[in-house]
């Protein structure tokens, strides 16, 4: 009787082996896709801001602090006169600093040598002023013209920004990432003029670049109404799960991440854990979270942000 009542339980627990392992191999690991643009969004948005205009600093930044939404700046050295603490300020508050060259000078009329010391100029100048490891890795061509040796660029930047009107798709030259330039010269002063870059932008799941020169009164080139950039960031804020508003560097490392990640996912005491690493790229500068969808047990849509080098655990 005991050795029959021993097999019977025995038989019991095998069972119950059985069935742990038939379960376990019908819920397979969760499949990560990454999305193009963070957020899931269906599209990225830039605005950049050229030539350190005075309102850029009293006017654009606090607006864009309110909505806490970042822009590109692309001061010139030369212009600051000494004075950083304006893109010191900018930085802390989230927003990028670029490089607008040391003194605004025409790249494609310039030698080999005196391009490379506007490049690198600039680039070093920037991160010696702002500190705390701050990278500058954005460039906009002054006059919107790009040096004839082009590959220099390469060395001090990820990305770098003409104007030639066009949406970027994802296979972007990023030595040559459009912009749409706006203001009084261009006939393009208000929220609809944006609105229609952004809705052809959604419709090719691409990246579109603003480009703002002087804002409202002053002596700078092409003005735009601070009035209009405002609703159009009211009207981004109210679609924000269609447009992921950011700066042109942080569109640029998260493209280049995409492109380059691997993923780990395995089991960990019983729960479904990620890695992703960024094999060959310099830490200090992509350092993005990338988004990634799934789908859950229970065939819901699952979304997680994975930074480079952390183990996440997967809501699964
Ligand atoms: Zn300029």
Redesign the pocket.
């Known amino acids: 009787m005991k050795t029959l009542k021993t097999f019977f339980h025995i038989g019991i627990a095998c069972l119950g082996v059985f069935s742990l392992c038939q379960c376990s191999k019908s819920v397979s690991a969760p499949e990560l896709e990454v999305c193009q643009w963070a957020g899931d969004a269906n599209a990225a948005i830039s605005y950049t801001f050229?030539?350190n205009c005075p309102n850029q600093f009293s006017t654009v930044i606090p607006m864009f602090n309110e909505f806490d939404i970042h822009g590109t700046f692309?001061p010139?050295i030369n212009w600051l006169g000494g004075n950083y603490d304006n893109i010191k300020a900018a930085v802390a508050a989230g927003h990028e600093i670029g490089s607008?060259t040391v003194s605004?000078a025409n790249l494609g009329e310039l030698s080999t040598e005196d391009v490379i010391a506007e490049l690198h100029g600039s680039r070093t100048t920037i991160e010696e002023v702002i500190g705390n490891g701050y990278k500058c890795v954005t460039i906009?061509y002054?006059?919107?013209i790009a040096p004839d040796s082009i590959e220099l660029v390469a060395d001090d930047y990820i990305n770098a920004r003409v104007c030639d009107g066009r949406v970027d798709s994802t296979d972007v030259n990023f030595l040559r990432v459009s912009s749409h330039p706006l203001g009084a010269v261009f006939n393009r002063t208000s929220c609809e003029d944006l609105i229609s870059i952004f809705d052809a932008t959604r419709a090719k799941n691409g990246w579109s670049t603003l480009l703002f020169?002087e804002i409202d009164e002053g002596s700078g080139?092409s003005p735009f109404p601070s009035a209009e950039i405002r609703k159009s960031l009211e009207y981004l804020k109210e679609n924000e799960s269609i447009y992921w508003v950011a700066p042109m560097g942080e569109v640029a490392r998260y493209i280049v991440e995409r492109e380059t990640y691997t993923l780990d996912v395995h089991q960990e005491n019983g729960k479904y854990v990620a890695k992703l690493s960024l094999e060959g790229l310099d830490e200090e500068i992509f350092n993005m979270p990338l988004t990634f969808k799934y789908t859950k047990k229970d065939g819901s849509l699952g979304y997680i942000n994975l930074s480079p080098d952390e183990v996440a655990e997967i809501d699964f």
């Open positions: 050229d030539d692309f010139v607008h605004h906009a002054p006059y919107c020169h080139y």
